[in-house]
DNA sequence: TTCACATATCTAGAATTATAGATATATTTG
DNA sequence: CAAATATATCTATAATTCTAGATATGTGAA
């Protein structure tokens, strides 16, 4: 973990909304309902629940997944039409060490 | 840890010079000369020291500290005409926890 | 109490980020 | 392939943050 990386995540984390969905998608089954086709939140939640749930605009909530996922703190999956978004726990973990002594 | 306070020490850790200085406060004998006055770094590292390695100007500097003391990240500290700045690591462990699943 | 120095606050302009609408690009389905 | 839906990108304006200079306040020493 070196600062410029620790900058960005820094950054990503610095937002209310962005915090949230953080912690949405700690505990996904308990914050959004299930998926049509994936019948598991394994990849995570799609865009559009995310953005529901957040009551921002489209454009604005898929610029911060795609930042939130730049830095690492979120991993993309693809499933058709959809992007599921999970959380990158090792990143996390590793921001969290660098951050303490 | 709420949201509201994990968002305000996101915002402090959302800037490179910011998060210097918590990385310089882990280890200050190793990035800052010895004070005149108190003898170790119990209480850290005073703001001229700060502002001095930072660059940047004392107004910024010192707006700087004051918010990351507000949000909790270093814990501040008078002697005579100087404050003294370290880290909060129980806040700085809390934060981390709040991040993590 | 005056001076010198350390730190804090105020003010303002520059730089960056937030945000949405419009538009473009997948991808599935008929 | 055309239509429908999901997501991404572009563009522009609003809001916030960055940053320093000026000034104020606190504190020890003369």
């Known amino acids: 973990m070196n600062l410029k990386i620790a900058t ?6 610095s937002n209310q909304t962005r915090l949230q969905i953080m912690e949405w998608l700690k505990e996904p089954e308990k914050h959004f309902p299930p998926h049509e086709t994936v019948k598991h939140f394994n990849d995570g939640v799609c865009v559009t ?3 529901e749930k957040s ?3 489209q454009s604005t909530i898929s610029t911060y997944l795609s930042n939130m996922e730049k830095c ?6 693809r499933h058709g039409k959809w992007s599921y ?8 973990e590793a921001y969290s060490q ?4």
Chains 1, 2 share one sequence.
């Open 98 to 101: 660098y951050l303490q002594n």
């Open 72 to 77: 690492g703190l979120l991993i993309s999956t």
């Open 8 to 13: 960005e995540i820094g950054k990503c984390l």
């Open 55 to 57: 009551g921002l605009s």
């Open 85 to 92: 978004l999970k959380r990158n726990e090792p990143l996390i």
């Open 49 to 51: 629940y995310i953005q």
